[in-house]
Each structure stands twice: as C-alpha cells, then as structure tokens.
C-alpha cells in the first residue's frame, strides 16, 4: 500500500509561484509513474502534469511553460510559476504502481489572487 501526502499550496498574488511537493510512503518502490491534477471550483478534475519512471513528462497546455513536475526518490513536485487567477483549485497528486492501480493524495489548496 502507498500512501500520499501533498504539501505547498496556499494564497499567492497572480504572477507569483508555489512548489507543490507529493510525499510517498509504504510502498513507494512500486510507483511506476506519478502525475499532478486539478479541480478548480465547480468544475471537474482535470489532469495537469505526468511523470514517468522514465523522467518522460507531458503537461496540459495551460500550463505548459509555467509548470514544472519532477520526482526525486519518493517525492514527486510541481513547480508552479506565473500563476494565474485561473490556476486557482485543489491539487492532488496520484500515483500508479506498475500494475495500473492508482492512489489519491488528500490534495492541497492553491488559490490565486488577482
């Protein structure tokens, strides 16, 4: 079993950044791969970053050039610069063994003022 814990978010002026960090423990050796995603108010969760095992990422276009996922041993982050108002939602990150099953962190809040 893999258990996750986010931590970083909080309150920044637009134009700002945060750095979102995703803790693993228990069984961290079996994450094959991590991504970052995002529920902004009244609206679905939608994906923003992934990850490999490989160090091979993708992001969601809103994002792409403000954002950066990386990993170092069981802790995966998620450098957010230039923020936006739009960017404001709660961030949660997952984890997937290498058997496809995911786990959920609890997620953190990012809100961005205008």
């Known amino acids: 079993q893999v258990q996750l814990v986010e931590s970083g978010g909080g309150l920044v002026q637009a134009g700002g950044s945060l750095r979102l960090s995703c803790a693993a423990s228990g069984s961290s050796n079996s994450i094959n791969s991590w991504a970052w995603y995002r529920q902004p108010p009244g609206k679905q969760r939608e994906l923003v970053a992934q990850i490999a095992r490989s160090g091979e990422t993708n992001y969601v276009s809103s994002v792409r050039g403000r954002f950066t996922i990386s990993r170092e041993k069981s802790t995966v982050h998620l450098e957010m610069n230039s923020l936006k108002p739009e960017d404001t939602a709660v961030y949660y990150c997952?984890?997937?063994?290498?058997?496809?099953?995911?786990?959920w962190g609890q997620g953190t809040q990012v809100t961005v003022a205008s």
């Open positions: 997952k984890a997937f063994d290498f058997m496809a099953r995911a786990t």
